[in-house]
């Protein structure tokens, strides 16, 4: 059963495997940053994978959201998704949801989270998004990009700051430009955090923001800091978290 596991298995072994197919990972997003970390968790072999996206796939997509082919274009992301996911690993429990990221949706996917992944392009559902994590006290990983450049950490409320003690602000929705290669790496690095947290191995980017700039070679870490008055994790506590039965 575990037979496509193999090579991976020599590293985590079989109960890791079985910890990843027990998981529930939520993917907000199927652009850029969705795409990779959508198609390495299926890799992977996590056990539920839910996807969200309202959006149609346009032509100008095609330079970074490799999930998606010409062929595609003017279909619905989450119904093409459905359908490659299948084919691709048929041994994972696939949900695709074709609507808009908004806080009632919202809180039906973070509750069956395990962990949630913000692959999204606007602050504005990011916030949303934190919002409900926070309130959920569920672990999620934040990656933004824009041209060469992209940022990344892993939060899990009432540990680590949340997106808004980190940005205070959302900034207003634009149209980023954006180079393949960068969300390409920063989506792969989501579900690397994801990954190692299932598993409860190596070190997550709690507490620290990578910052990549592709174009110059520079990775670097800096530490970032609750903000004791934050408006939307200040004064809650250390969660417990719990994989999924
Ligand atoms: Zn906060």
Redesign the pocket.
């Known amino acids: 059963m575990f037979e496509r596991y193999d090579r991976q298995i020599k590293i985590i072994g079989v109960e890791g495997q079985r910890r990843l197919s027990r998981s529930c990972v939520a993917v907000v997003g199927a652009g850029g940053l969705g795409s990779p970390a959508i198609l390495y968790l299926a890799a992977v072999g996590v056990g539920k994978l839910i996807v969200v996206d309202k959006d149609v796939v346009s032509v100008t997509d095609l330079n970074r959201q490799i999930l998606y082919s010409e062929e595609d274009v003017g279909k619905k992301k989450a119904v093409v998704v459905c359908e490659k996911l299948k084919k691709f690993n048929s041994g994972i429990d696939i949900e695709c949801i074709d609507r808009e990221f908004g806080e009632e949706i919202g809180r039906e996917i973070v509750k069956k989270a395990d962990i949630v992944v913000d692959a999204l392009d606007n602050w504005e559902t990011r916030f949303i998004l934190n919002k409900l994590c926070v309130e959920y006290r569920k672990p999620f990983v934040h990656a933004g990009i824009h041209g060469w450049y992209g940022q990344i950490t892993t939060i899990i409320p009432g540990e680590t700051?949340?997106l808004?003690?980190i940005v205070p602000k959302p900034t207003p929705r634009t149209t980023v430009p954006v180079i393949g290669v960068t969300p390409g790496v920063l989506g792969v690095l989501e579900a690397s955090q994801v990954i190692k947290y299932i598993l409860g191995v190596g070190t997550l980017l709690t507490g620290k923001l990578l910052i990549i700039d592709l174009l110059y070679n520079e990775f670097r870490i800096i530490e970032v800091k609750?903000?004791p008055k934050?408006p939307?994790?200040?004064g809650i506590q250390k969660p417990q978290p719990e994989l999924s039965p």
């Open positions: 700051p949340c808004a003690c609750r903000n934050c939307v994790c200040g």
